[in-house]
């Protein structure tokens, strides 16, 4: 609420996940996937209503700001994630480990080994503000 007493309006937010763009598709769709479930756990307001057909079924609502999937060089994956953390950014990383066993708990023991500055990502998933997300993702291109 403002002074007056008037809600204030929502803040645009911006949803993007950035992905390795050296991944083969389905590892790159895999780890876009990851991060989507993720986000939408730690932020179910995503969801928006369910939506009705011509035939009055309704079907689950969709995140109505949409999501971005860009594509970064690895290298980049680190220093976007650090940004986006020093700027208050909502981030959701997926490290390199996730993908080399389908085995949660040995992805588990895999992370514990690896200090957080030697961590590398496969993607990461970036929720806010929409200027301070842009800050971080928008010289990226979506991904091909």
Do not use: W
């Not at 290298?75 to 480990?97: C, H, S, W, Y």
């Amino acid at each position: 609420m403002s002074i007056d007493g008037q809600e204030d309006a929502p803040k645009p937010t911006r949803c993007a996940i950035v992905v390795d763009a050296s991944l083969p598709a389905g590892r790159a769709a895999n780890a876009a996937a990851v991060i989507a479930l993720t986000l939408g756990k730690r932020h179910p307001h995503l969801a928006g209503p369910d939506l009705v057909d011509g035939s009055g079924r309704a079907h689950p609502g969709l995140i109505p700001i949409g999501i971005a999937v860009l594509a970064a060089p690895a290298e980049e994956l680190n220093d976007l994630r650090a940004k986006a953390l020093k700027n208050g950014i909502d981030v959701v990383d997926f490290p390199t480990q996730g993908q080399q066993t389908t085995d949660y708990a040995k992805f588990g023991a895999l992370v514990r080994e690896v200090p957080t500055e030697a961590l590398t990502y496969v993607g990461v998933g970036f929720y806010g503000a929409r200027k301070s997300v842009g800050r971080i993702v928008g010289r990226f291109s979506l991904l091909r």
